[in-house]
């Protein structure tokens, strides 16, 4: 029986990634291979997120760094279901994508699916998904990819040019994957049905290797490409998979704005709205009382603010190493550790508003006028 | 058990289309009904497709009459799954629905499902499907429809237009559903789940009730639309159903052009193709020998010429019934049957050869540049 559970729908529980990594067929991703990917980004700054084990598991990364290697390249994808508030769990694999593609200069597709939260959520109306789809896209672009090589689309504006492919995909997919692999059943509607077949439409942009950086949550999609990719003439993807950024409360499931606003910090968040929300909510992994703190030392291990820290607030691993020694040793107090995080959280978000006002004019050119975008408007995928 | 099977797939056997009309749920087009059609139609030359009972069943056509009398007006629909070769019986309800489009000057929407047909015949190349698309599209411009009122599109050109719309019929039909009025099953894919989606998605077009002038095996995806309409704040569509015109050797099933040469006509045929199909293929209810012939008589009911000049060829009913009588009586002997039929074929075709020239110069203005079509491009379907 497992204790938790994790779908591309619902993540929750205290999750076992090493069980994870088998029950998905997955490879962990082991010391040779990191090292690798960071010889070949240019071998100085590891991107924390790969020194700290927070991308842990991946699929064929190797043939896409040989294929680096030999000068043949590659690309990446990643996506998002539009949210009407996007929190900073959010931006964590983005984060690290846009480092992937400044240290290997690559193309970068980020697939916004309207069309699969409208079908999901029947609560919504078109017009909200569409409100808050333009919405995250700002936000999207405010992680400052590059112009000229990343395109951004909404599902609904770009089916036209890849309608004969997604019917080519969803040709190859019968009713009985979609249900073994997505847990849909005969009380699924159609639309559902049918969506997964242009969530790996993107994997087929190039002919090259696709890399997906993505939490690890959306690998069914993956195994499906990988079953039929070959069979129409396209490499199958190759993925980098991390974990989950953990909620305030606790580090079970994941981050989630529709889990109600005590679970996560929004983008939107005030710099008080901030101090309030880790204050209240975070969980701490201190003692009860000072006097056992002193003693005892805190957990860094379950302590939600450490956690933050380590996956996107501290990128430094001595400032991160004393943090840690400092709290473990009963030095440094929960209200001191969460001072750190706040002001951390605070000093991101005001950089990200001001990105975010730059994006506001940039966004057209990644969805429209940009190098890549622009050649992809042009283009029908059959 | 039934020994006839009538899907959008497949039509076999002896049809009994009393029993259709009980089984499909639908209502007999009594004597009532069709004179009020007649009249508000202009009362005069009534089409001989209505008159001989070819068009038999229907589904609310009552209250699309009520709003023409109104002043409300109503919209038709009809489509056309692509094929390599185009038949004669292909035409027969696209003829009467340019009749009707003729007599209450109402716009007319044609649906190429193109994506429907390349999900279900696994065997056929993409590029395949769109020539045959572009073929076929010639063939029904040439029937003659209003260019101006008139709009034919391509399902993987129009499909970004009404994405928004088609994902929110989608999401009001479960996969049980699909099975239930498809008989789909997991081995089927998940486009063709997905697909009837978009075959309901034409009777959204105006906010006006729709009638649908086809033959009745594609009565299942009106049950389904009926059953989503007025949720989504549409009418329930109505339908009017004609029989199928029988293929060559004997008045089981339809005609079928994948079914083999000899089944059908091809509006290609030239005049001694056709001679020679009618003459060795064209089951006759003529006596074995020309002396039982002259004793017995012919049997009209069963002689597939008398029944293709009483449903498409012979529009005057006086010559109907001289040619009936005469044939019956033994006066008439097969081959001048015959001879008559493919005098009318002929004459046909040349006039559908000649049509389709135009067509040729034309079928912008179905498809992009005339008024109807003009305004469907400039708008989105939410």
């Not at 779908?7 to 490879?27: C, H």
């Not at 069914?220 to 998979?241: C, F, M, N, V």
Request: net charge neutral.
């Amino acid at each position: 029986m497992d204790e938790y559970k994790v779908t591309p729908w619902e993540v929750s529980g205290e999750i076992d990634y090493d069980k994870l990594i088998k029950q998905f067929g997955t490879s962990r991703l082991d010391r040779a291979l990191r090292e690798k990917l960071i010889r070949l980004s240019g071998g100085d700054e590891p991107h924390h997120m790969l020194r700290r084990d927070f991308f842990f598991s991946h699929r064929d990364l190797g043939p896409v760094l040989d294929d680096y290697e030999k000068g043949k390249g590659f690309f990446l994808y990643t996506g998002r279901g539009p949210s009407k508030a996007m929190h900073i769990g959010h931006l964590v694999p983005l984060i690290f994508t846009k480092w992937l593609q400044d240290r290997f200069k690559c193309n970068l597709y980020i697939e916004i699916t309207d069309d699969e939260k409208f079908l999901h959520r029947r609560d919504y109306e078109w017009s909200d998904i569409q409100k808050n789809a333009d919405d995250n896209i700002l936000d999207i672009a405010a992680v400052g990819f590059d112009p000229e090589r990343t395109f951004i689309f909404k599902d609904s504006e770009y089916v036209r040019n890849v309608y004969p492919l997604l019917l080519k995909t969803a040709r190859k997919i019968t009713g009985s994957t979609a249900k073994a692999v997505f847990g849909f059943d005969d009380s699924t509607n159609i639309g559902m049905q049918f969506y997964p077949a242009y969530q790996v439409i993107p994997t087929f942009f190039e002919k090259k290797r696709c890399l997906i950086p993505a939490a690890i949550d959306q690998d069914p999609y993956w195994r499906i490409q990988r079953d039929i990719a070959e069979g129409l003439g396209y490499y199958k993807t190759s993925a980098i998979h991390c974990k989950f950024l953990p909620p305030l409360q606790g580090i079970s499931g994941k981050m989630s704005s529709s889990a109600g606003a005590e679970t996560a910090i929004l983008l939107t968040d005030d710099e008080k709205t901030v101090k309030n929300k880790i204050n209240k909510y975070a969980f701490s992994g201190g003692q009860a009382t000072l006097e056992e703190h002193r003693k005892l030392g805190g957990n860094t291990d379950i302590d939600v603010p450490f956690q933050w820290l380590s996956i996107l607030f501290e990128p430094d691993d001595s400032k991160l190493k004393t943090i840690h020694d400092d709290y473990r040793a009963g030095k440094m107090l929960t209200g001191e550790m969460k001072g750190i995080l706040i002001e951390r959280i605070n000093a991101f978000l005001k950089g990200h508003r001001e990105r975010r006002k730059i994006a506001e004019r940039d966004v057209d050119k990644y969805m429209k006028t940009g190098k890549l975008a622009a050649s992809m408007w042009e283009r029908v995928y059959e």
